[in-house]
């Protein structure tokens, strides 16, 4: 019976924390959508004119994602259980998952040590994601089922406070 009660509360926890890390997965999704329009702008630019003066433009949105907010909310260790995860190979045929790789491709420098860590071991246990459950074992929910809970979060109305 404690048992279940633990591992209900860890459960609780880490829905806590996957609902927290959807509010900055809007962010990262917003300048994808951003930066696609630019693309598909840009290619109707060139087939319009020989020489297109928008091919060296990029997108250059900036996130302020603040990481230590999110790991000190974080105790059983689920975003770096997710980083590892997608890292190490796990849901490649999903959006969500290549979104969240190549935004954390460009943002691991910038990052704290403890997602620069799952970043780097999830690359180093590419092909065995089931190391990741090792790693952080408190983090009971597999990367499929935390980017379907970051959907899920993501596509629900939020309250306007006045």
């Not at 300048?31 to 598909?40: F, M, S």
């Not at 074992?137 to 970051?150: E, Q």
Request: aromatic letters at 8%.
């Amino acid at each position: 019976m404690l048992k279940l009660i633990l591992l209900m509360a860890m459960g609780l926890g880490a829905m806590y924390m996957v609902h927290l890390l959807a509010q900055d997965y809007n962010k990262i999704r917003q300048p994808v959508a951003a930066a696609a329009r630019a693309i598909v702008s840009s290619s109707n630019l060139r087939t319009r004119a020989k020489r297109d003066i928008y091919e060296n433009v990029t997108n250059t949105t900036t996130l302020n994602i603040d990481w230590k907010i999110i790991l000190s909310r974080d105790p059983f260790e689920c975003l770096q259980s997710l980083i590892c995860q997608l890292m190490s190979g796990a849901d490649t045929h999903s959006l969500e998952a290549k979104l969240l790789m190549e935004f954390l491709e460009k943002t691991v420098v910038s990052a704290p040590v403890e997602v620069q860590f799952a970043f780097s071991r999830g690359l180093a246990l590419h092909g065995s994601t089931e190391t990741c459950y090792n790693v952080y074992p408190f983090c009971i929910y597999s990367a499929n089922t935390m980017l379907r809970v970051l959907r899920w979060f993501a596509e629900s109305p939020t309250e306007d406070n006045p």
